[in-house]
């Protein structure tokens, strides 16, 4: 497992609380795996920064990947491994929160997201521009 209690910033959690109403899903692991996959898309390292584990949002490891927390896992240690920044679990830890949070910031950006069909377009499309539109990451 890459991190055993998952803590959402406030910030995140706000943008999560946006993207619940826009696209109808109640469920933070389910948005949380949505953009967790969307930054891992992207082909940048996603950039250094603490974040905050300050809201009351919290998942354990299995809530957050559910029936699919080992493929999850096997990702975020093969993003590591291509991105040549190691294997050990503070550094999987690490770049699991920064790509989580990368993506929330993604699906919440510049109105991006305003139904359950736009995120399913998403899925579908080339998602480099991303970047260009969220500009803040958090």
């Not at 029936?67 to 999987?92: K, M, S, V, Y």
Request: with cysteine; net charge negative.
């Amino acid at each position: 497992m890459i991190i055993k209690q998952i803590t959402l910033s406030n910030h995140a959690k706000d943008q999560l609380s946006r993207l619940k109403g826009k696209t109808g899903i109640q469920n933070w692991n389910v948005l949380c795996r949505w953009a967790v996959c969307l930054s891992l898309r992207e082909p940048t390292v996603p950039m250094e920064m603490v974040i905050p584990s300050d809201s009351n949002v919290e998942m354990s490891w299995h809530v957050f990947g559910g029936d699919h927390h080992e493929i999850f896992e096997a990702l975020i240690i093969q993003r590591c491994i291509n991105d040549n920044l190691g294997t050990d679990p503070a550094t999987l830890s690490k770049y699991f929160r920064l790509h989580l949070h990368r993506g929330i910031s993604y699906l919440s950006s510049s109105n991006l997201i305003k139904s359950i069909e736009d995120l399913l377009t998403l899925a579908t499309e080339n998602t480099l521009f991303l970047k260009e539109e969220a500009g803040n990451y958090l």
